[in-house]
């Protein structure tokens, strides 16, 4: 107990999933609290393939609160941040480690300082909303360290408050993240919809665009949009409840026409409004349309829809089949127009990797053996290298702790991020 | 610029005798005009009747100098030809559709009695629903540029087969007439700033154009267009605004919310030339109707990357300036029409526009 109590480092490891919005979050009615003009769903995607990971660690042999970020100290003066640690510490109980010797109180969390490791196992530039997964991760994680009482829908309303799309990743399945009503902010939070059981079936493949622009920031975006875009209200007001509505009837049944009506419709006008701004924001390319006309294509070809696509704040497509046949499919479809630049298949699917194989598609012989899908009409023109690869993944699980100590990002001795 | 203008009838046949059955047979009337193209500054996008071409709001548009971009049609009437036919850029097309219809059966009601006394041709009113037509129309732009040559096209066949028949010159009708045969073509039966009034009544009488103002008001301003390279085949406008129509929740919200005050600010800042206002708007109209387009199922994409990084490199220019210098505005393709206040300011556009977009090649990385 003596010498050795300053000494010790408790420490708490999550992860954490990415999300993404079927029904878009876009345009803020308060900026510090991060309240929404309207309601948004997502589906969580499965952690195993897209995830952030996240070590808190605390101490009372550390001098100020830091921050690790795939290996790279960052600040975290940030309000956002500030937002997040300062409301879980509000929250925070006692916590005793009898193994250790470890016996916090309540009050005594004010005075610790906490070292924060975190790590994205999909690259931060490519746009696929690395805030939520992070900071839903940084809240989970400091929760877990801290004994807070596990009321998901605080939690959920705190990750908000570092990233409004945070909010949606506390919960495995579809998520709905209800805007609220009050000012202060109290009761916006997501909620689950269903787990990510319910709808198994579902296979999502994500093409990763190569982009040469540095895209407009989100919380610059649709700030711009909400002070200049005459469509947004009525966006916000009059077409998204009813789609929400029509969105959780979709999921709650299965039905996978009117979910991707829903999605793709919602994307387009979430791309809309950004082009009513000014000035006008375009977060889609000349690839992500062909993407969409590929897959509007086939769908109107099949008579009912098979594929369902959506866009972020970026150029990437998310694509969502049926099934995995319908999946395998689609990757034929995808391949075909969108080769590998290099000579490597395997790179060229990140996460799930064996849809290659149940798609036929060993090598890149078999990626130039593909016929022309039988919908397209000539001449098949082929866009190599406008896809940087692919990811396949499917709706997935919440967050959880990691309880095996090789996956914490710290140092247990040191107090330091591993391998900085 | 200028109105479409007529030009004087062929030199007269001197073999002809004004008595002689066998001549009057042979004789043929001609007229030739020459009508200019318009670009949107308010945009239509969107019928509340697909028969008669009835709009779900106003638009405005500026006529382009027809010195530039013009369509010239012939039109020619004789006893002797079997039926109406149409040439177009030397191709010979259909007469048979609806719009070529419209416009054919509303200037013939229109028909008033013709007489070229040097030639002994004598035409009664009534006699013009038995005389067949021959039209030969010609655009001196390409027609797969995708700038509007059914509007300038249009509006010369009515213009021009008025003059034949000697229709009485009520402009507004022969807008409303032209619009029966392309919305848009009923900008271009004026020159300088053209409002389409939507109009109320069931029947599209009152649905037609008005000059704002003349070529000569506002004739600092210069337009540049970018005729981008586009390997697409564009979704066209007929059916793409009737899939808006039918598709867009946010269609109907902007016809009837936002174009009205959209159009009477137009007005007031073409009336005082105020570029600021004017350049707000137009760039604020035609990203709209592109939002419209993204907004409807399928979702429509007119523009492309290179549309964007023109729109950008004019928004960064403008930013930089603090006050507008360009406007800019794309219809119905990756076309851009670049307006701006005057010649020095269009010169500098130039050089920036022909600094990222050098000819024949691909320079990307010179413009972001």
């Known amino acids: 107990m003596g010498a050795t109590e300053p000494q010790w480092v408790l420490m708490a490891t ?37 995830s ?17 970020l795939n290996g790279k100290e960052i600040a975290l003066s940030g309000g956002r941040f500030q937002s997040c640690l300062r409301e879980i510490r509000k929250r925070a109980r006692d916590v005793e480690d009898e193994k250790k010797g470890i016996k916090i109180k309540k009050e005594d969390w004010e005075k610790l300082h906490v070292h924060i490791a975190s790590y994205n196992n999909f690259p931060t530039a490519a746009g696929l ?37 945070a909010c949606r990743s506390i919960y495995g399945g579809f998520v709905k993240w209800c805007m609220g009503k009050n000012d202060d902010g109290s009761d916006s939070m ?18 990763v665009v190569s982009s040469k622009q540095k ?87 099949e008579g009912t829809p098979q594929v369902a696509y959506t866009f972020d704040a970026g150029p990437n497509a998310v694509l969502i089949a049926r099934n995995r046949k319908t999946a395998t499919l689609l990757l034929q479809r995808l391949l075909y127009t969108f080769p590998p630049q290099e000579n490597d298949l395997d790179s060229y699917m990140l996460g799930d990797k064996s849809i290659l194989s ?28 406008d896809v940087s690869y692919f990811i396949c993944s499917r709706p997935g699980a919440g967050p959880k702790v990691l309880t095996d100590e090789s996956h914490a990002l710290i140092d247990s001795a040191t107090g330091l991020a591993k391998g900085v």
């Open 215 to 301: 895209e407009t920031s989100s919380t610059s975006g649709m700030r711009d949009t909400v002070e200049t875009s005459p469509l947004l209200q009525y966006r916000a007001q009059t077409v998204v409840p009813s789609r929400i509505l029509k969105m959780e009837d979709a999921i709650k049944n299965r039905d996978f026409e009117s979910f991707a009506r829903l999605t793709c419709a919602d994307s387009n006008q979430f791309h809309a409004v950004c082009l009513d701004t000014s000035p006008p924001i375009f977060y889609m390319n000349d690839t992500s349309h062909r993407i969409i006309s590929l897959v509007e294509k086939w769908n109107h070809s």
């Open 358 to 385: 149940d798609a036929g598609l060993q090598s890149i012989a078999d990626v130039e053996a593909l016929p022309a899908p039988p919908e397209m009409k000539a001449p098949n023109q082929k866009f190599k290298g």
């Open 52 to 68: 952030a990971t996240t070590t808190v660690a605390a101490s009372p042999s550390f001098p100020s609160d830091r921050m690790w």
């Open 190 to 207: 997501a909620v689950q919809l269903v787990d990510e059981s319910h709808w198994d079936d579902l296979v999502i493949i994500i093409a």
């Open 129 to 165: 909303a690395s805030s939520a997964a992070g900071l839903a991760c940084l809240v989970f994680t400091l929760g877990k360290l801290m004994n807070v009482n596990e009321d998901y829908g605080e939690l959920s309303s705190i990750a908000r408050q570092g990233s409004g799309s």
């Open 14 to 50: 999550g992860r954490s999933p990415t999300n993404i919005a079927v029904i878009k979050y876009w345009g803020k009615r308060d900026e510090a609290l991060i309240l929404p003009v309207n309601d948004s769903i997502s589906v969580t995607l499965d952690p195993d393939h897209l």
